[in-house]
């Protein structure tokens, strides 16, 4: 069976001939896409492929990923002016972040949070300490401190390339996604997972709203845009638009049964919301754990 890779990272296109296997999740994971040359009239999956959109070659992409909170972060970049943005930082990786930029020899100008998260605390605060003239982003409803604050239409840019911003609240007030239309790929947060969504049970969540913001800022997308979510659990590092409008178990269902699903998912309390979310409404310079002040003393001058 034949085999191809789609997917260009710094001006690089790899080929592959082995078999198809699941990825393995690698402490920084770059997304590849596996197809098969030949048409099946038996798989369901694989009639719901559709081509995807290349990359351009100035356009330098990379994803990362923390074991923890298995959380996803994304570098993008132009490959020409080396301006770049990261999406959804860790703290306790701000430091292999940094080393990662520095090392391909780029120039961060944002580090960009899609909301103000429950489940670790971003590392935005840190990498404006490690790379001068870094700045932080966030949206203006989520009421967190930023250096610079976005709202739904708004762009973000880098070197020739943007980012659209897409206001997609529900699973909190302030969640936006970042659409590269030149790209095909949308950066979706914790809005839209690899068959599911964030919890709507906190933070100011609402079921009826993240349905509707799903449905009318993501899946209204070309069904060949890449989704690249702020979390997988199952080592999946992404999806598409035409995949998730037809396999995603809960928003492929009706706007009431949606909300019904999740009223009863009975969800436990979040296990790093309440260190998380005092040191998020700071940019993550503040408020923060015992463990992190120590390790970050020097370099935020706590």
């Given at each position: 069976m034949s085999v191809f890779l789609v997917g260009r990272f710094c001006r690089q296109?790899?080929?592959?001939?082995?078999?198809?296997?699941?990825p393995f999740v690698l402490p920084l994971v770059q997304s590849f896409h596996l197809y098969t040359g030949r048409p099946s009239c038996v798989n369901p999956l694989v009639n719901s492929m559709i081509q995807q959109i290349s990359v351009s070659e100035d356009f330098f992409f990379k994803q990362l990923f923390d074991r923890v909170s298995c959380t996803y972060s994304y570098l993008l970049a132009d490959v020409k002016s080396k301006e770049a943005v990261l999406i959804d930082p860790v703290i306790d990786l701000a430091e292999r972040d940094a080393k990662v930029v520095d090392n391909l020899g780029l120039k961060l100008k944002y580090s960009v949070n899609t909301h103000m998260h429950a489940d670790h605390i971003t590392g935005s605060g840190v990498l404006k300490k490690l790379l001068v003239g870094s700045q932080s982003v966030i949206s203006k409803a989520s009421q967190?401190?930023?250096?610079?604050?976005?709202?739904?239409?708004?762009?973000?840019?880098?070197?020739?390339?943007?980012?659209?911003?897409?206001?997609?609240?529900?699973?909190?007030?302030?969640?936006?996604t970042?659409?590269?239309?030149?790209?095909?790929?949308?950066?979706?947060?914790?809005?839209?997972?690899?068959?599911?969504?964030?919890?709507?049970?906190?933070?100011?969540?609402?079921?009826?709203?993240?349905?509707?913001?799903?449905?009318?800022q993501i899946f209204s997308l070309p069904e060949n845009f890449r989704l690249f979510?702020?979390?997988?659990?199952?080592?999946?590092?992404?999806?598409?638009?035409?995949?998730?409008?037809?396999f995603n178990p809960r928003l492929t269902k009706s706007k009431e049964e949606f909300v019904e699903l999740m009223k009863n998912l009975n969800l436990p309390y979040?296990?790093?919301?309440?260190?998380a979310l005092p040191a998020n409404k700071v940019c993550g310079l503040y408020n923060l754990p015992t463990e992190m002040e120590e390790k970050f003393k020097s370099v935020l001058n706590v």
């Amino acid at each position: 069976m034949s085999v191809f890779l789609v997917g260009r990272f710094c001006r690089q296109i790899v080929t592959h001939n082995s078999q198809i296997r699941n990825p393995f999740v690698l402490p920084l994971v770059q997304s590849f896409h596996l197809y098969t040359g030949r048409p099946s009239c038996v798989n369901p999956l694989v009639n719901s492929m559709i081509q995807q959109i290349s990359v351009s070659e100035d356009f330098f992409f990379k994803q990362l990923f923390d074991r923890v909170s298995c959380t996803y972060s994304y570098l993008l970049a132009d490959v020409k002016s080396k301006e770049a943005v990261l999406i959804d930082p860790v703290i306790d990786l701000a430091e292999r972040d940094a080393k990662v930029v520095d090392n391909l020899g780029l120039k961060l100008k944002y580090s960009v949070n899609t909301h103000m998260h429950a489940d670790h605390i971003t590392g935005s605060g840190v990498l404006k300490k490690l790379l001068v003239g870094s700045q932080s982003v966030i949206s203006k409803a989520s009421q967190a401190l930023a250096d610079k604050y976005v709202e739904h239409g708004d762009i973000i840019e880098f070197g020739p390339h943007k980012l659209e911003v897409r206001s997609t609240p529900g699973h909190t007030n302030g969640c936006v996604t970042y659409v590269c239309h030149a790209q095909g790929m949308a950066f979706t947060g914790d809005a839209l997972l690899i068959r599911g969504c964030g919890r709507t049970d906190f933070q100011e969540g609402s079921s009826e709203t993240l349905y509707e913001s799903v449905h009318n800022q993501i899946f209204s997308l070309p069904e060949n845009f890449r989704l690249f979510p702020g979390h997988d659990y199952n080592g999946i590092l992404d999806t598409t638009v035409s995949e998730e409008k037809k396999f995603n178990p809960r928003l492929t269902k009706s706007k009431e049964e949606f909300v019904e699903l999740m009223k009863n998912l009975n969800l436990p309390y979040p296990a790093q919301i309440d260190k998380a979310l005092p040191a998020n409404k700071v940019c993550g310079l503040y408020n923060l754990p015992t463990e992190m002040e120590e390790k970050f003393k020097s370099v935020l001058n706590v």
